[in-house]
């Protein structure tokens, strides 16, 4: 059992692979879809999920797919199950089991991650459907007074609790404690306020007895908040982001996938090989990104059969720019060139 997990584990994390987050809720993909003026239905969300699981992208750059409910249901257009498009391309299927982060009582402006509750019995029937791992991710807001002893602290619980779960059931967990990169705080707040999270995390985790071999970690980097006056070099977003993921990951996880928070799909690409190029982790560092790789295929396929070889393109693209990223191995030269 253990041996399975670790090698999901690594897989997820192999040299110049990543993992696609395409778990969007059914609130959070219409808006995605609003943008492009598509409308969100059934139909819709599938197309649009099938022609990226498709792409070339698959086969080259992406190790696991992280699903939604509705779509790891999801049969394509000729009747194929989309987890077996995933499968087929060589990727691993993942699926979201939180509920979502709902109002924290007594703790104003802060918010607490749900979906524990008969979360092993969803486990089960998730793991007959394909998935071999899941994500749960808790967040974290900073402003005035915020954030708080207890929504840290729960939130972490959380996170640990669910990773157990997700242990037990033979599913590799990604423990996702994402501090949000909206509000005017600087590069050193975000510092800060992320080293209490990743020690409060490391520190829930290692009470719910979770093997550190078998999970992988999906942090924020260390940015200023968008509104900040002061924004940082690439640079420094990389020497703060890897010293501090050195102070608070243990080296037996295998692997460090960021998410990309809001960051331009170049920002986030151009963080991850800088943090690469620093060289010498304990850890493998790559993407698990939603909004930074599928930004350009969302707006060249806008809902038109006609586009979806170009949104193919505009995936693998992405796709690639990430890989060599992961690998330390992306420039802008190269950028320009293969745009
Ligand atoms: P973003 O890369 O758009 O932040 O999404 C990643 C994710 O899975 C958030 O939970």
Request: aromatic share 6%; net charge neutral; glycine share 8%.
């Amino acid at each position: 059992m253990t041996a399975e997990l670790d090698a999901i584990a690594q897989k997820m994390v192999a040299d110049g692979k990543g993992i696609l987050a395409a778990d969007e809720s059914t609130s959070t993909i219409k808006k995605r879809f609003d943008a492009i003026g598509v409308e969100s239905t059934e139909d819709n969300r599938r197309d649009y999920r099938e022609l990226l699981f498709r792409s070339q992208a698959m086969q080259k750059y992406i190790s696991g797919v992280i699903l939604f409910d509705e779509t790891i249901r999801q049969k394509a257009k000729d009747g194929t199950p989309l987890v077996a498009l995933i499968q087929q391309a060589g990727a691993i299927p993942g699926i979201k089991v939180d509920a979502g982060a709902k109002p924290m009582p007594l703790c104003p402006g802060e918010t607490i991650t749900e979906g524990l509750d008969g979360l092993a019995g969803r486990l089960k029937e998730y793991y007959d459907l394909g998935a071999r791992f899941a994500k749960w991710r808790a967040v974290i807001d900073i402003g005035a007074g915020i954030p708080s002893y207890p929504a840290v602290r729960a939130n972490a619980h959380a996170l640990a609790r669910y990773a157990a779960l997700c242990q037990e059931a033979n599913i590799v967990p990604i423990v996702e404690p994402e501090v949000l990169m909206d509000g005017d705080h600087d590069i050193d707040t975000c510092y800060r306020v992320t080293e209490w999270v990743l020690k409060t995390t490391f520190e829930e985790l290692y009470y719910q007895r979770i093997r550190h071999e078998g999970m992988v970690l999906k942090p924020n980097m260390v940015v200023p908040g968008k509104k900040c006056p002061k924004q940082a070099s690439v640079a420094e977003v990389a020497e703060k982001t890897v010293r501090l993921l050195k102070t608070c990951v243990p080296s037996a996880v295998p692997g460090i996938a960021f998410l990309s928070g809001g960051q331009s799909d170049e920002e986030a690409t151009a963080h991850l090989d800088a943090m690469v190029k620093h060289g010498g982790l304990p850890w493998k560092l790559t993407y698990s990104y939603g909004r930074a790789l599928q930004a350009a295929p969302q707006k060249a396929w806008s809902g038109k059969a006609e586009n979806v070889a170009a949104a193919q393109a505009a995936f693998d693209h992405r796709a690639h720019m990430n890989s060599l990223a992961a690998l330390g191995q992306w420039t802008t030269e190269v950028e320009r060139k293969a745009a």
